[in-house]
């Protein structure tokens, strides 16, 4: 008979690609997630369930989340706003009440106002910040905080994120502190 050999501790499963929400991946402070089409990245909330998939990057927890998407700018005079807002819409799955303007996948979903709320830089990146009143997702009412940026010349990227009015946690805090941490991959916080 052969000699028995130890073969030591079996090996551990890979870890998930982090490719889709069924993966099942929880953020943690070392967590960057890449913003698809881009060299850009941001830090998912730490224990939010996360994904970089081929179209978006999403993070959530309960019934808060924030998604990004990019589009490439192909007409120099006029970017993909409306397209990229309308699959930030789509993939978070809000809607608005019918009163709003516009079409879509958003029901009355307004659309994107041309002057910003807000700017800020972070991580040296430019962006716009606009909230839209009266959003719902999975049966809650709530803002929707949505943010853009371009990345040079040939790319706009767009996010959004959803917390309802009586979140009694910090996911307003948390998607806010997501959002600054949006920089060039290599040097992102």
């Known amino acids: 008979t052969a000699p028995l050999v130890d073969a030591g501790p079996p090996e551990a499963p890979p870890p998930p690609k982090c490719e889709a929400l069924g993966d099942g991946c929880t953020a943690n402070e070392d967590t960057r997630a890449a913003i698809a089409g881009t060299k850009l990245a941001f830090r998912p909330p730490t224990g939010w369930t996360w994904a970089a998939e081929a179209d978006a990057t999403i993070a959530q927890k309960d019934k808060s989340a924030i998604v990004v ?3 490439p700018i192909t007409d ?15 993939r978070l799955a809000v809607t608005f009440p019918k009163k709003g303007k516009g079409k879509g996948k958003g029901k009355g979903a307004p659309a994107l106002p041309k002057k910003p709320d807000r700017k800020i830089v972070v991580g040296g990146v ?10 719902e997702r999975d049966g809650a009412r709530g803002p929707l905080l949505v943010f853009e940026t371009r ?12 917390v309802p009015d009586d979140d009694g946690s910090k996911s307003d805090t948390e998607i806010m502190g997501a959002i600054e941490s949006v920089a060039p991959a290599e040097s992102a916080p």
């Open 69 to 71: 998407v990019s589009r």
């Open 76 to 90: 120099k005079k006029k970017a993909p706003r409306a397209a990229a807002f309308e699959a930030v819409l789509t």
């Open 126 to 135: 430019p962006m716009d910040l606009f909230q839209l009143d009266g959003a």
């Open 151 to 162: 990345q040079g010349s040939e790319i706009l990227v767009v996010g959004g994120a959803f």
